[in-house]
T-cell receptor, first 113, second 112 residues
């Protein structure tokens, strides 16, 4: 149990579908993150929320839409994805501040067909 | 900007062998340094960290020392086990915006 729970673990969707990834943490952290992990590529930071405000958006295409309704929950809404968006999507949380480690969920393995 | 470079894998070892994974960094200030590990089918877990020069982080038999003079944070373990098979990521946290920068990851396979 990592303290950060992601659902679903696996998702297969067509390019015209709309789906959402969910992340939940009960560690009392005030920052949450979405990362994309693709084969043979470095971890890509997508979005950062601090105190429920988005503070980072790393040029992510608009077909990815994050939502942070409160400090314990984070969503990634997906629509009209492309096959190259197939990857492992990792959620993480932390106390904001240098030296504070990230706590990761086990990820959602997304396949776009 | 800040960046981390770690040795490319994959690395394949026999049980009880010595493991070293090199990591060097580029940063404008004095970052905090981390090693994360990702076991198959799981997310990343913090393995160890060091927040200032000459600090040594250690956990589960792994060690890494923050070397400011060589801007390095090499990971070592004296005797690996099959259960250490995983992907290892070096990372740094900038002192200004606390953003975490990851290396590309090194896949380690330990054979019995």
């Amino acid at each position: 149990e990592t303290g950060v729970t992601q659902t679903p673990r696996h998702l297969v969707m067509g390019m015209t579908n709309k789906k959402s990834l969910k992340c939940e943490q009960h560690l009392g952290h005030n920052a949450m993150y979405w990362y994309k992990q693709s084969a043979k590529k470095p971890l890509e930071l997508m979005f950062v929320y601090s105190l429920e405000e988005r503070v980072e958006n790393n040029s992510v295409p608009s077909r990815f839409s994050p939502e942070c309704p409160n400090s314990s929950h984070l969503f990634l809404h997906l629509h009209t994805l492309q096959p190259e968006d197939s990857a492992l999507y990792l959620c993480a949380s932390s106390h904001e501040g240098q030296g504070s480690p990230l706590h990761f969920g086990n990820g959602t393995r997304l396949t776009v067909t | 900007g800040d960046s981390v470079t770690q040795m490319e894998g994959p690395v394949t070892l026999s049980e009880e062998a010595f493991l070293t994974i090199n990591c060097t960094y580029t940063a404008t200030g004095y970052p905090s340094l981390f090693w994360y590990v990702q076991y198959p089918g799981e997310g990343l877990q913090l393995l160890l960290k060091a927040t200032k020069a000459d600090d040594k982080g250690s956990n589960k038999g792994f060690e890494a020392t923050y070397r400011k003079e060589t801007t390095s944070f090499h990971l070592e373990k004296g005797s690996v086990q099959v259960s250490d098979s995983a992907v290892y990521f070096c990372a740094l946290s900038d002192r200004i915006d606390y953003k975490l920068s990851f290396g590309a990851g090194t896949t380690v396979t330990v054979r019995a």
